[in-house]
């Protein structure tokens, strides 16, 4: 039996209830918030701060500018579930390798493609 080409199989996304991930680039997700309007003053003046960073998983906090409150926090990718005393990784650190492996790339080309596409 032929295997189908990437174009003509069913859209992934359409289907799958998991993570799913796209490239962005930091300041147009920061530009999204420019014009995000805070709930106590009115105003546009929401930043987002970008913190901590585990491979291609980081940590994203919302900010008022003017009252400084943190409007939110989260990671840009979920933690897989503990298995082990181990610390629990980051799905897209572990989705990444996994294809990087299937490529016969291995560790240091994921290092690679980050350093060049990502600048990590």
């Known amino acids: 039996m032929q295997e189908k080409s990437v174009l003509e199989q069913e859209n992934v996304a359409d289907t799958y209830d998991g993570p799913s991930y796209i490239i962005v ?3 147009v997700l920061c530009d999204i918030f420019k014009n995000t309007l ?3 003053y009115n105003q546009s003046n929401l930043k987002l701060e970008f913190g901590h960073k585990y491979g291609f998983s980081h940590q994203l906090k919302l900010v008022c ?7 939110m926090e989260c990671f840009t990718s ?5 298995k ?3 610390s629990t990784p980051f799905d897209v650190n572990v989705r990444a390798v996994q294809a990087f492996l299937a490529i016969s ?5 994921v ?4 350093y060049f596409s990502i600048c990590l």
């Open 78 to 82: 979920p933690r897989l579930e503990k």
């Open 38 to 40: 805070c709930g106590i």
């Open 65 to 71: 500018k003017t009252c400084s409150e943190q409007k």
């Open 25 to 27: 680039d930091k300041n």
């Open 84 to 86: 082990s005393n181990t």
């Open 105 to 109: 790339g291995g560790h240091a080309s």
């Open 111 to 114: 290092e690679n493609f980050a």
